[in-house]
């Protein structure tokens, strides 16, 4: 299973950015789709994440400002990230777990994506 994530870059505070992560391979189902970030010399945090039946858990830093969203259809997961700022700057990496077509269960990880916030 791949993930080819994509939609990150430069933008000035207060300012928006729409992450995209798409899965391809040997997917029979997929279970929780989530967005993780990882600051410079912080540790990798959960941003968002969205069940299988559309549940979604945000980070107490995002709340209000982050929406994730899938299209089951397409295997993929976005992140609109609004009112950006400086403290969300950190590479993002889109994270999905599921079943491959012949019942193992995969948990995969997408190559991340710098979204930087600056002036």
């Known amino acids: 299973v791949q993930l080819q994530a994509s939609g990150g870059g430069l933008v000035q505070p207060g300012g928006s950015l729409r992450l995209s992560c798409a899965a391809s391979g040997s997917i029979r189902s997929i279970g929780t789709m989530a967005w993780y970030r990882q600051a410079p010399t912080k540790q990798r945090e959960l941003a968002a994440a969205i069940t299988d039946s559309g549940s979604t858990d945000y980070a107490d830093s995002v709340k209000d400002r982050f929406i994730i969203s899938r299209d089951i259809a397409r295997n993929t997961v976005s992140l609109q990230m609004n009112s950006l700022k400086p403290e969300d700057t950190a590479t993002y990496y889109c994270?999905?777990?599921?079943?491959?077509?012949?019942?193992?269960?995969?948990?995969?990880w997408g190559q991340g994506t710098l979204v930087t916030v600056s002036s």
């Open positions: 994270n999905v777990e599921g079943t491959r077509y012949y019942g193992s269960r995969f948990n995969a």
